[in-house]
């Protein structure tokens, strides 16, 4: 089975701070790992995935996001908010790739103060 | 990026009708399409997976009669909410899976309020 947890379903930064949202999975498999964000009225967009291979992955927009093992963590970070990066963030673990059985955190929102 | 169109984006209706909702790929062919479902603060729920040309897979617990999906064309597959009730209330998301390279494509979802 797989579950994804999400710590904090509401994350508020500075802006120019750093941003860290938590995500923690269980698998027993071994994961693939999704960060995906969505803007107001708009669609899950894709920020990074962890397949295989390196374990520290960059993403689109300054994030990043390390896939640790032993701890089951798949945080994402960001050094520097931006008013812009204010939406919902969510994690995701599946199987494979492109597989159906997509397990969803139930998402961070997160708010940058000016 | 590729993209997928959700049609309609929020949707009202009465207690006891059928609403459907539309998911399209507009620039990829997508063999297959996944509908979830998301409730306030809570997780997208894989609903049930469409393939081309065959029946909806659906997952534990998700009536198939109460959410009839058809997958007619690589491009289009509807979700119809059937007999609508208030507890049918929730946002609808919808996935294409892009047929050369795998990768998953998101709508931007649709919110239906039943009365």
């Known amino acids: 089975a797989q579950s994804v947890t999400q710590l904090g379903s509401h994350v508020s930064v500075s802006e120019g701070a750093l941003v860290l949202l938590r995500c923690n999975y269980s698998?027993?498999?071994?994961?693939?790992l999704f960060w995906y964000v969505q803007y107001p009225n708009q669609g899950l967009q894709l920020l990074l995935k962890?397949?295989?291979?390196?374990?520290l992955v960059k993403g689109i927009n300054g994030f990043e996001a390390e896939f640790k093992k032993s701890e089951t963590s798949f945080h994402l970070t960001k050094p520097s908010a931006h008013m812009s990066d204010a939406a919902e963030y969510f994690c995701?673990?599946?199987?494979?790739?492109?597989?159906?059985?997509?397990?969803f955190g139930t998402g961070t929102s997160l708010t940058v103060i000016p | 990026g590729a993209v997928v169109s959700q049609h309609p984006s929020w949707v009202i209706c009465k207690s006891g009708t059928s609403v459907k909702i539309e998911c399209r790929s507009l620039?990829?062919?997508?063999?297959?399409m996944f509908w979830y479902r998301q409730f306030p603060k809570q997780s997208l729920m894989l609903m049930a997976t469409?393939?081309?040309?065959?029946?909806?897979?659906?997952e534990q617990g998700v009536e198939k009669d109460k959410f009839l999906i058809n997958h007619a064309s690589l491009t289009l597959s509807t979700l119809t909410v059937t007999s609508a009730h208030p507890e049918d209330s929730s946002f609808y998301i919808c996935?294409?899976?892009?047929?050369?390279?795998?990768?998953?494509?998101f709508g931007e979802g649709s919110r239906l309020t039943v009365l």
């Open positions: 469409s393939n081309e040309g065959s029946k909806a897979t659906y």
């Open positions: 996935s294409a899976r892009q047929g050369r390279t795998g990768e998953l494509f």
């Open positions: 698998s027993s498999v071994p994961p693939y």
């Open positions: 962890y397949t295989t291979g390196a374990t």
């Open positions: 995701a673990v599946s199987r494979s790739n492109t597989g159906n059985q997509f397990y």
């Open positions: 620039d990829f062919q997508a063999t297959t």
